[in-house]
């Protein structure tokens, strides 16, 4: 095996290739949110109805991300992430034929496309983990964070932009293209790869469920989740016809709070040099819910400032979370990484479905108050931590 402090050009390329396998995951899960209003337009349906398009992607995460981490030491990373990208692109192929044939396929696209992220997301975690040394997954890991961000923002101003422009169908096609591309890419690439560091290994969360404060900080990501999930799901739906935003604006101001994810290693490195994780994870789900709950109250610049505010509340979490697996857990880290992103798909599967029951029956303003007490919850049980 190779042991070397600085990466070498086969690392540089898996570490690549990891960036872009993360950004056709992480498109794939938000490319509806910029979609949802000519979705409902054309098929006729509700709020309730629409979200399902959210939570019937990350339901199938809550089950097949458990068996991941057995295909990945069968199997190997990358064989598994290969398997997981044709699933998305199945899965997008059939999103894009269902938006030409009716509501049922869309919502079987989406099913498929959640399975493909389960295998996809956890094996190029594996890959970080087993083709890294442990002193360089600073650099893999935070272009994972910044490709969240990127992803974000693309499907926002991307997608919508093209939707905006010419027909939400053609977004789909463009979704199913770049899956169909990303993966060959990848394929590529993967005969460039450095020789594993070392061998994944099987785990199962019920050994982390022992551990009260892995239980916790899970909770509270569930939490957390539950706010974003609902956000990202809604904001557009909100600023249109809530705070009557136009529509060539209102997919810059949607993916707005996400500028300031491209910091996130920056912030990161702050919370080791503080070496206090609890003060940031306090005062952002504190921020979230303050930011939150006065979108109604605000119009024009200052709507744009509070956006801005969820933003910066947004950059110290994320990175500050994605440490204590390996604080709390220690060489059982995995299973704290596999709580995180279980806690984080049930989240994903209760919030946009909750805040659209929510917004069919009582409406769009009293939906985001109620995304407002997620964050609330989320600020609550941080309270209880017991971390540094």
Do not use: C
Not at 76 to 98: D, P, Q
């Amino acid at each position: 095996m190779k042991h070397m402090s600085a990466l070498t050009n086969e690392k540089k390329v898996l570490v690549l290739a990891i960036t872009l396998m993360d950004l056709l995951v992480y498109l794939s899960m938000f490319s509806i949110p910029p979609l949802i209003g000519d979705i409902i337009k054309q098929f006729s349906v509700n709020y309730t109805t629409v979200s399902s398009l959210m939570y019937l992607m990350f339901l199938p995460q809550i089950i097949f991300s458990i068996y991941a981490s057995k295909l990945i030491a069968k199997y190997n990373a990358v064989k598994v992430t290969l398997f997981g990208a044709s699933l998305l692109t199945i899965g997008n192929l059939t999103v894009a034929l269902g938006a030409n044939i009716n509501f049922l396929l869309l919502q079987v696209g989406r099913l498929i496309v959640g399975i493909g992220v389960s295998f996809a997301f956890i094996a190029t975690l594996s890959l970080v983990s087993t083709y890294f040394r442990p002193e360089e997954q600073g650099k893999p890991m935070g272009m994972v964070t910044l490709t969240y961000a990127l992803a974000i923002i693309t499907a926002f101003n991307g997608l919508g932009g093209i939707a905006l422009l010419t027909d939400y169908v053609v977004s789909l096609w463009v979704m199913f293209g770049f899956s169909v591309t990303a993966t060959a890419i990848f394929y590529w690439l993967s005969s460039m790869f450095p020789e594993a560091y070392t061998v994944a290994k099987e785990f199962t969360l019920l050994d982390g469920l022992k551990n009260s404060q892995m239980l916790l900080v899970t909770i509270l990501w569930l939490f957390f989740n539950m706010g974003v999930g609902a956000y990202l799901t809604w904001i557009k739906i909100y600023l249109i016809y809530v705070k009557s935003v136009a529509l060539t604006i209102a997919d810059l101001l949607s993916s707005l709070f996400m500028i300031f994810g491209f910091f996130r290693p920056l912030a990161g490195a702050l919370s080791d040099r503080v070496n206090r994780r609890k003060i940031f994870i306090t005062w952002s789900t504190l921020g979230f819910t303050v930011g939150v709950t006065l979108l109604y109250f605000f119009d024009g610049i200052f709507l744009v400032l509070d956006i801005i505010i969820i933003g910066i509340s947004a950059l110290f979490i994320a990175p500050t979370i994605f440490t204590l697996p390996g604080e709390i857990m220690k060489e059982d880290a995995d299973i704290g990484y596999g709580m995180l992103n279980t806690g984080a798909n049930i989240g994903y599967v209760i919030g946009p479905f909750v805040t659209g029951v929510i917004f069919d029956t009582f409406g769009l303003v009293d939906g985001f108050f109620a995304i407002a007490l997620f964050y609330f919850l989320t600020f609550i049980v941080s309270l209880f931590i017991k971390v540094r």
